[in-house]
């Protein structure tokens, strides 16, 4: 067991939930600080323009982790993992499904390829978080654990195109 693991393991949930979704918003922050510097509009295409700034918050901290994370964390990951266990198929490695969750994740938000680049390395660490909480929590917990993290990252996204 790595320390890394050990520390993680020390932590409850909701602690869990706060280092998770800070990393994940310290990705997200390091994209943006790149993409700026390089230039990029992340935003170009997004049509996120013709939302209120209400329908905005809403539809990106509330309903689009709720329905992201069960199709892309949940329903992908634990298809891929029943099959490989339903067929016995051991020889597809257990985190496939959470990459083939993360590629779709990734091309479901087509809006440019800055923008599909970021999701996809969102949808990485998502994975990451759900195999980790399914691990110790179960996969209800784990769904839950995505829907937060997954929030906490969208609304200081939300925040900081408000702020910029």
């Known amino acids: 067991m790595t ?23 310290a990705v997200n922050g390091l994209f943006s600080l790149v993409f700026h510097l390089l230039k990029i509009d992340v ?41 490989r266990e339903k067929f016995k198929a051991h020889s597809i490695h257990w985190f ?11 091309i479901s938000h087509t809006y ?22 399914r691990k110790r929590f179960g996969s209800a917990l784990a769904l839950v654990m995505c829907i937060i993290t997954h929030g906490v990252n969208n609304i200081g996204a939300f925040i900081g195109q408000i702020l910029s």
């Open 96 to 106: 496939i499904p959470g990459l083939l969750s993360a590629l779709l994740f990734g």
């Open 3 to 25: 320390t890394l693991t050990r520390i993680l393991h020390k932590l409850n949930f909701a602690k869990l939930a706060a280092i998770f979704s800070l990393v994940l918003f």
């Open 112 to 133: 440019n390829w800055s923008y599909v680049f970021i999701t996809l390395a969102i949808g990485i660490l998502l994975s990451a978080v759900y195999y980790y909480t």
């Open 43 to 83: 935003m170009a295409n997004t049509e996120f323009d013709n939302f209120s700034t209400f329908e905005l918050f809403f539809f990106a901290g509330l309903f689009a982790p709720i329905v992201e994370s069960f199709i892309y964390q949940y329903g992908i990951i634990e298809s891929g993992l029943w099959i």
